[in-house]
């Protein structure tokens, strides 16, 4: 037994030798690794005539225990948690509180419904002078939106505003209450106002304008095919769009459909979209360079990228864009299209 | 048939027994009187007959003779022919046991010693062997510096190591890659560590486990089947003798490159124990600890990408067995053999990665950890009967490769560099301020976790009865055995990307373990410090993102089970026909295998879509004819032949049915449960013969036709998956297939002997042997395309390199000894390309070593060693010779100590 011990305590010795755990640091992984709490969006922005924006807070994706969701999915909490946030780096005016008036948190339970419809309350606790608030994260969801209220006259003016005017926010801690989650405090949210006297806003393409339309169906024609064969009697009107970040090309036609929302059915005219993300845009000039890049699923559930790229002027509310298109191997030459706000 | 077999066996076994009816038995133990240690490989025959037996490892022999008065003669190199008389009662059993002495005519002033004995066992065996063998003793593995198998079998004819870090892992014979070797401890396959192939990485087992190492290159019936090149047995000690045996050694040393010590001992106690000594008790102890890097470039051609690499290594192989046997008369013996080997491997590397294509200079570190253990349990018996002999045997061996930790970071810089590949020997670069790791982001961390575990099962039993036809002496001998293998492969692999704000890599810098790299050529500066990143990792964990995406196709991947019956049988004959001896008979192999693994599919857009489990099932018979002729020219020449069939089963990572497709780029790689092993006619023709004053010089020829060799076919233009309903069309499929022939050829030479025949050399011996091996391979044309599939062309077998070879020369004196050692490996096919440019060659290499010893008294021995004293690279090229992708240093390192025996 002695000589068996003895050969025990050489095995420990010489195991010591394989420097197996010579300055070596174990990784939290697998069940170790927290559940972390995170900003859902990098930023957004509204029209400074828009008396609210939000936020989302979110749960990033874990491993789906059950093994369905391949690419994982968000594993709600199980105890309500306590996220704090701060609202700070504003530009543009003086004090928070002359900006954001109010502020209320929800959470979506579905389509139609919201925690808020329900009266469940959040606590969301918000402090206008220091920006500094709170809000509780529940159990068993997946998302919470924070709501702000803003002041719609604050920024709506008449003039084209080149200097920015936004705020962001962060996270900045969270009060577990026994849950192994921990916050990313150095992603932002950045919101930005953006000044509907320069590109931002919607257009209107003039239906009486023949030309004008054929040109919008030659462009967005190229990357869908419903577009590509309209006729301007089929058309109610359309639209263009350039939002924080992305451009909207929208085709509202005449004919219309029932649309069932929320147990309310709505009749609507059928509307075609066409989504780009703006890859560039000299947003702080009335005239300059545009990029824009979306994707189209194809058949076989692909995606191909499309790029129309070119410049715009803006005069008087009278938007000239000179777009070249390319798609799947077809190019469209430089192509002016005109729309008015 | 099985009936007919019957009506032709059992009248012969009757026979054989009514023959033996008049016999008896001889037994006994043949050793050195000088030293008692035994001889192995002794000649014990019936004076005037050919009726003989050779000594076994522990110097053992037993045969049966007509009952009388007979004079038996022994022999064995370098002693002097010995004979004695004694009577033999019909159905009795007679024990003599020998001392016999050195040969004082033929080695004046040579002592038999040391290295010379150790050859000298090796060099009976071989002589004494029923087929083509090649034996290394212990005490000559001894005399060169090296510290595992594999290292020790490059010394062997025919053989060639791939290395990994400088030192020998994988052993091929005869140009046949390791997956055609068959690795086995005393006398039974154990199963490979490691995931996805069989084959055993030898340098887990280290030498001073093993009493003797058999190669044997041509196989007889009781053998396993599944070995084209020849099989490996590895044999561990057993205890000789009443008086206690205690031998050892306690050494260190020194690695140039990385500058550090190292560390090996060695303890072994052997004895037996009882009246007549009937219980034999061995324990063996070993450990060897050794701090080793490299200095390393690889060029990517098609990428045109330039890796530096750094590396720095700990190395531990700790070797436990033992041995327990008791004889209870001399007529039945039981035995328990335990191996347990544990080999450890933490490896640190870091890398540079200039990709001018990108713009952009990848910064990596890894910190791996890996250990491979080992352990076999052999228990078994041996009877002798008045008529027949029997034995038998179970085995438990189990393999696993344990990677706790796989850590690797990377960090990348967005900049421009060129690349310059003028210089064959060293790339030139420009890259300005490359070494600067504030301009380093980060990229990823990835945390690995393997385990591979590899189980055997094993009985086994073999019967022998000797038998007489006139004067002439036979043996027939049958067996079987049954096997049950289980293997499994299990994944864990965790990769965070930022999720925002991990600061740039200065903020982790660690420490050089080297003050220059490659001899100051490159430029390292500051290397990664990755346990701060993990640190930095576990302080701020909402600054990483899982790839969740990434970890289910990593895990699925690779993770199988498998479970392999093999259930075989034998029937051999040996018959002495004055001097010829001929061996024939026939084993029967079948296979059973059922495996489970994953189908990960990728779809269009290039995300996973599905993993899907999948099994297969297969199973194959094989009838392997063996016959061996052996010729005795004159006591001390043989003339052998043989004609042997043999077989090699798949690896599993070819044979598990997991499949991925990437519908994005349309390709997928499908596993082939219904693939066949690779079957082969193997011919064997060699003379021999051997110095009285111990030594040999032998030529052998030799040729095998392998049929159903495998290789990587395309399908063009498949369906996916290739069996049941098609979810995908227009794919190209890669699968491990049947079909194509392949064959090599070649020669050995080998001399070994004491040069005392010089007056002046008296005390030098050479050890000089050269293999030339040619092979050809035909497999789908990399030309094919959708039109030509079944192009053919012909390519060299991966593995096989052209010439192979050792010399040695050393001095041994009465108390000094040195040796110098050249190991040659040629050149040699590494990977086949996708196009005969793209195939990847390791450049042929020769390594000297050096090593020596002192006798301070006849028990204690000083000892040194230096290796790869020339600093010989690893170096691979692709394509042509002077396009080099590959040159990895090492330097030279060393060991000495002192080794006793109490």
Known sequence: MKNLSYLFFMLIFLSACEKKNDDLVNPMVEQDFPQILLLSDEGDGELEDEDKFSFKITLADRVDPSGKELGGKIIPLEKDVTVNFEVSSFKGFATLSSYLMDAKAFYEIDDCTTSEDKGIDLKLVFDKTTGKGSVTFPKGVEEIEIEFETNDKLFDDKVFNASSRKLEIKLTSVSPNGEYVVVNNTNKFEYEVLDDEGIYGEYELDMSNQQQFDNYIKLFGLVNDKVKGLKINDVEEIKIEFQYGELKAIVVLKQTQNVAECGKVKVENVEIEIEGDLEELDDDKLSGDVEIVGGIEQANGSEKEFVYKGSFKLVNGNLELKLKGEYDDHKIAETILAVHK | ?902
């Open chain 2, 1 to 902: 048939m099985k009936l007919k077999m019957l009506f032709i066996w059992i009248p012969l076994l009757l026979a054989a027994t009514v023959a033996n009816a008049q016999r008896g038995i001889i037994k006994g133990r043949i050793t050195d009187q000088r030293n008692k240690e035994p001889l192995t490989g002794a000649t014990v025959v019936v004076t005037g007959t050919n009726n003989a037996a050779s000594t076994n490892l522990n110097g053992e022999y037993q045969f049966y003779v007509n009952a009388g008065k007979i004079n038996l003669t022994v022999r064995y190199l370098g002693y002097n022919d010995t004979t004695f008389t004694l009577t033999v009662d019909k159905n009795k059993l007679e024990v003599l046991n020998i001392a016999m002495y050195a040969r004082p005519q033929t080695l004046k002033n040579v002592i038999v010693s040391g290295y010379t004995q150790g050859q000298a066992k090796a060099l009976n065996q071989q002589k004494n062997a029923d087929n083509i063998k090649n034996i290394i003793a212990a005490d000559q593995i001894g005399r060169f510096p090296d510290p595992n198998a594999a290292e020790a079998l490059q010394r062997v004819p025919g053989i060639n190591i791939e290395r990994d870090q400088g030192e020998g892992r994988y052993v091929s014979i005869r140009g046949l890659a390791p997956q055609f070797t068959n690795t086995s401890v005393n006398g039974e396959q154990i199963p490979s560590p490691e995931a996805d192939v069989r084959f055993v990485a030898l340098d887990a087992i280290p030498s001073d486990q093993l009493a003797s190492i058999e190669v044997s290159k041509a196989l007889t019936p009781d053998m396993d089947g599944d070995a084209i090149g020849g099989s490996i047995n590895l044999i561990t000690r057993i205890a000789q003798s009443s008086i206690a045996a205690i031998s050892g050694s306690l050494g260190s040393g020194y690695n140039n490159l990385v500058g550090k010590t190292n560390l090996q001992g060695q303890l072994q106690y052997g004895q037996r124990f009882g009246k007549n000594e009937k219980l034999g008790i061995l324990l063996n102890g070993n450990y060897y600890h050794n701090d080793l890097g490299s200095d390393n470039f690889e060029r990517n051609v098609d990428d045109n990408e330039l890796e530096l690499r750094d590396y720095s290594l700990t190395r531990t192989r700790l070797g436990l067995s033992s041995s327990i046997d008791y004889k209870f008369n001399n007529h039945h013996e039981i035995y328990f053999k335990g191996l347990y080997t544990r080999f450890t491997d933490r490896e640190q590397r870091r890398r540079y990665v200039f990709k001018p294509g990108d713009d952009e200079i990848e910064k990596l570190m890894k910190d791996r950890f890996e250990s491979q253990s080992v352990i076999s349990l052999n228990t078994g018996a041996k009877h002798t009967f008045k008529n027949f002999f029997l034995d038998y045997e179970a085995q438990y061996s189990y393999g696993e490769q344990n990677t706790p930790y796989d850590n690797e970071s990377s960090f990348v810089a967005g900049m421009p560099s060129l690349l310059n590949f003028n210089d064959g020997n060293y790339p030139r670069f420009d890259a300005v301020g490359y070494t600067d790791n504030s301009a380093y982001e980060f990229d990823e961390i990835g945390f690995g976790k393997t385990k591979a575990k590899d189980k055997n099962l094993t009985a086994k039993f073999n019967v022998g009865l000797p038998y007489k036809i006139g004067s002439n002496d036979g043996l027939i001998k049958f067996g079987a055995k049954v096997r049950s293998k289980n293997k499994s492969y299990t994944i864990q692999q965790n990769t965070f990307e930022n999720l925002g704000g991990v600061p740039n890599l200065n903020q982790f810098e660690g420490v050089s373990p080297k003050s220059e790299f490659l001899k100051g050529r490159y430029d390292l500066g500051t290397p990664m410090g990755i346990n701060k990143l993990i640190t930095y990792f576990n302080n701020n964990p909402s600054q990483f993102e899982l790839q969740v995406e990434d970890k289910a196709i990593d895990q699925a991947l690779e993770a199988f089970t498998a479970n392999e019956d093999v259930v075989a049988g034998y029937v051999m004959g040996r018959q002495q026909l004055k001097k010829l001896m001929i061996l024939g008979g026939v084993r029967y192999e079948r296979t059973k295998v059922s495996y489970n693994s994953n189908d990960v599919v990728i779809d269009e857009n290039g995300d996973l879509a599905a993993i899907v489990p999948v099994s297969g099932s297969s199973s194959y018979d094989f009838v392997l004819p063996q016959l061996h002729f052996k010729y005795e020219i004159t006591p001390l020449s043989n003339l052998r032949a043989a004609l042997t069939w043999s077989y090699a089963r798949p690896n599993f990572s070819e044979i598990i049915p997991s499949q991925e497709i990437n519908r994005e780029d349309g390709v997928a790689s499908v596993g082939n449960p219904a693939l066949q092993p690779v079957s082969a006619i193997n011919y064997d023709l060699m003379y021999e013969h051997y110095f009285g004053s111990v030594g040999i010089v032998s030529a052998g020829l030799f040729h095998k036709q392998l049929d159903d060799f495998i290789y990587r076919r395309i399908l063009f233009n498949a369906n996916y998956p290739l069996t049941g309903t098609a979810t995908a069309t227009g794919i190209d499929i890669t699968q491990a297939q049947n079909g194509n022939k392949a064959s090599i050829t070649g020669i050995e030479l080998a001399l070994q002997r004491r040069l005392n025949f010089i007056p002046l050399l008296k005390d030098f011996s050479v050890y000089l042997n050269y293999t030339y091996t040619n092979s050809k391979a035909k497999i789908q044309s990399r030309a094919a395309a959708a039109n030509n599939a079944n192009v053919t062309e012909e390519i060299r077998l991966p593995g096989q390199s052209e010439s192979v070879g050792n010399a040695s020369l050393a001095y041994e004196g009465k108390r000094f000894s040195l040796r110098g050692s050249l190991n040659f490996n040629g050149s040699f096919l590494s990977e086949v390309g996708g196009t005969k440019e793209a195939d990847v060659f390791v450049k042929s290499r020769m390594q000297f070593d050096a090593s020596g010893s002192v006798n301070i008294t006849n028990r204690i021995r000083l000892f040194a060693e230096l290796l790869n004293l020339t600093n010989q690279p690893l170096e691979v090229y692709q394509g042509n010779k002077s396009q080099t992708i590959q040159r990895e240093f090492y330097s030279f390192w060393s060991r000495f100590g002192i080794k006793f025996n109490l």
